[in-house]
């Protein structure tokens, strides 16, 4: 599996990005996939997830009611639309698909994931 991120950028406090990661594999609907995040001199920080079998979704406390996470199993691909971004925002995004049924590594967490795509810069000036 691979994956592709890109919709990173420069944006002001309290403007809009939106992430897309793109992925290979033939069963991609049924991957949960997640999007992480990682500031400098900082571990890597879980931001949303999305269950494919059900579509749910999950959210860091930090970006509820900011951020959106969606896919389209179509094009394969996964977004996460963030709104109202603030300074602490800055990082690198990353996506991940952890390939289900798994049993093993908990959502939230980046061991929960089996692969990773290269990352995304995105900075939010204040």
């Known amino acids: 599996v691979q994956l592709q991120a890109s919709g990173g950028g420069l944006v002001q406090a309290g403007g809009s990005l939106r992430l897309s990661c793109a992925a290979s594999?033939?069963?991609?609907?049924?991957?949960?996939m997640g999007w992480f995040r990682q500031a400098p001199g900082l571990e890597r920080e879980f931001v949303s997830f999305?269950?494919?079998?059900?579509?749910?979704?999950y959210y860091a406390d930090s970006v509820v009611g900011r951020f959106t996470i969606s896919r389209d199993n179509a094009k394969n691909t996964v977004y996460l639309q963030m709104n109202s971004l603030k300074p602490e925002d800055t990082a690198v995004y990353y996506c991940?698909?952890?390939?289900?049924?798994?049993?093993?590594?908990?959502?939230?967490?980046?061991?929960?994931?089996?692969?990773w795509g290269q990352g995304t810069q995105v900075t939010v000036s204040s």
């Open positions: 991940a698909a952890r390939l289900e049924p798994r049993y093993s590594g908990v959502y939230y967490e980046p061991g929960g994931y089996d692969y």
């Open positions: 594999g033939p069963t991609f609907s049924t991957y949960t």
């Open positions: 999305i269950i494919g079998s059900t579509g749910n979704t």
